[in-house]
């Protein structure tokens, strides 16, 4: 049993923290969130809501039901009981249809701000570039923001999570003064007290921290995965990351007076990086690296972004923030990179790849001369992991 205590906010520094004792079966750890002091009256103690949806996949996967102290939104616990855990626990082998014991009271409706995350990769631009002066003035982002809920902890180890946080903190409010729009940094110890895989739960830890400001969102856009609305999928959902369902979880989360949107999932990864192409913000601003807090050029997420600019006709619009000489004089390298991708079947990158068997770019025959040799290394590679027995694979890794 996972028991929810009442929260409470303690202000100290000109910064206020939201506090919550959780009880793991009698064993008590305190969660906190923390914002700047002028955003503590936007933070919730009214409803559990936050806390449920923070412990709710990490419950499921214990197999520990859940008693909440302070009332649910009455939408919210009916979503969350009637259709989301039936319809998760139903098709994952590791999640249970547990049972949770609350009250309910109706939605607080006091949000009035707009709001999405600012991580500054592709999908955080494309959610900035298509809610700011949009055709739909009632939608418009009034706020960024920038929470410490798990993404820091699962990269940077090599350069220094906190190094990294600092960084991109910096680098995240030259963001927001730049488009003129009010920033919200915001601190968690999420991660130390609720310890999952960041890829499978991300969207719980999020829209954690959209509801412990319950009363200060109205609409809140979460940036997809970059996998459009047909990888929509339920088999298997604890084996997969989040994304994958939030067009369901979103949907469950969304109540009354807030809306969560899965936002830009109509478009592919490639999509979203021809459509920001053109934004000054994200040419000056991009980050999208693993490895640090500017951009390496050489990890895959900073290869799959440069290759796919270059294939866009857009790389040197991204010379503030990539090596663009550096990829220029390693052209191939990231090109035999994509075709490797190809036959991995790398579902986000092969749009890309699909888009280079369409252009006229003269890497394509130098490739050719390679790919019969990448081809080989591959196959065998997955020949070898279909009969080679666990020990001797995971000697071959030492
Ligand atoms: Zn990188």
Same mark, same amino acid.
């Given at each position: 049993m996972i028991r929810i205590g009442k929260p409470y906010i303690e202000t100290k520094n000109k910064k206020a923290k939201c506090k919550c004792d959780l009880f @793991?079966? =009698?064993?008590k750890k305190t969660l906190?969130?923390?914002v700047d002091e002028k955003y503590s009256k936007y933070l919730c103690i009214e409803r559990g809501d936050a806390?449920?949806?923070? +412990? !709710?996949? $990490?419950?499921?996967?214990? =197999?520990? *039901?859940?008693?909440?102290?302070?009332?649910i939104?009455?939408? !919210?616990? /009916? =979503? +969350?009981?009637?259709?989301?855990?039936?319809s998760l626990s139903k098709y994952a082998k590791s999640l249970n249809n547990i049972k949770i014991t609350a009250k309910t009271a109706k939605p607080l409706m006091l949000g009035s701000s707009i709001g999405t995350g600012c991580s500054c990769g592709v999908d955080s631009f494309s959610a900035i570039y298509n809610h700011i002066n949009s055709e739909y003035p009632g939608l418009d982002l009034t706020h960024l923001c920038i929470n410490n809920v798990g993404a820091f902890n699962e990269s940077y180890s090599k /350069?220094?999570?906190?190094?990294?946080?600092k960084e991109r903190y910096e680098k995240t409010d030259e963001v927001a003064q730049y488009l003129n729009l009010d920033l919200i940094k915001t601190d968690s110890n999420y991660q130390e007290v609720i310890k999952e895989n960041h890829y499978r739960t991300h969207t719980y830890s999020s829209v954690f921290a959209i509801y412990i400001l319950q009363k200060l969102w109205k609409v809140y856009y979460y940036a997809s995965s970059g996998y459009d609305y047909s990888h929509f999928?339920?088999?298997? =959902?604890?084996?997969?990351?989040?994304?994958? /369902?939030?067009? !369901?979880s979103l949907q469950c989360f969304s109540i009354p007076g807030l809306k969560i949107y899965s936002e830009g999932g109509e478009k592919t990864r490639l999509d979203k990086t021809s459509e920001?192409?053109?934004?000054?913000?994200?040419?000056?601003y991009l980050h999208v690296c693993l490895n640090k807090s500017t951009n390496c050029n050489i990890c895959s997420k900073c290869k799959r972004t440069l290759v796919t600019l270059d294939l866009?006709?857009?790389? *040197?619009? @991204?010379?503030?923030?990539? *090596?663009?000489? $550096? $990829?220029?004089?390693?052209? !191939?390298m990231y090109y035999k990179w994509l075709y490797k991708q190809h036959l991995k079947n790398d579902s986000m990158i092969e749009p890309v790849y699909q888009l280079l068997k369409l252009s006229k770019n003269e890497i394509k025959r130098e490739l050719l001369l390679y790919k019969p040799f990448i081809f080989t290394k591959v196959k065998s590679y997955d020949l070898m992991k279909k009969v080679l027995p666990n020990s001797i694979k995971t000697k071959i890794k030492k």
């Open positions: @793991f079966n =009698n064993n906190w969130f923390e806390y449920l949806i923070g +412990i !709710l996949h $990490y419950a499921m996967e214990k =197999n520990e *039901d859940i008693l909440v102290d302070i009332p939104t009455e939408d !919210l616990l /009916y =979503n +969350i009981r009637n259709i989301l855990v039936p /350069y220094g999570v906190e190094k990294v946080k999928n339920l088999i298997d =959902n604890d084996k997969h990351a989040s994304g994958y /369902y939030e067009l !369901l920001i192409a053109e934004f000054n913000a994200a040419q000056k866009l006709n857009k790389l *040197d619009n @991204f010379k503030e923030v990539f *090596d663009i000489e $550096y $990829y220029k004089k390693n052209r !191939l």
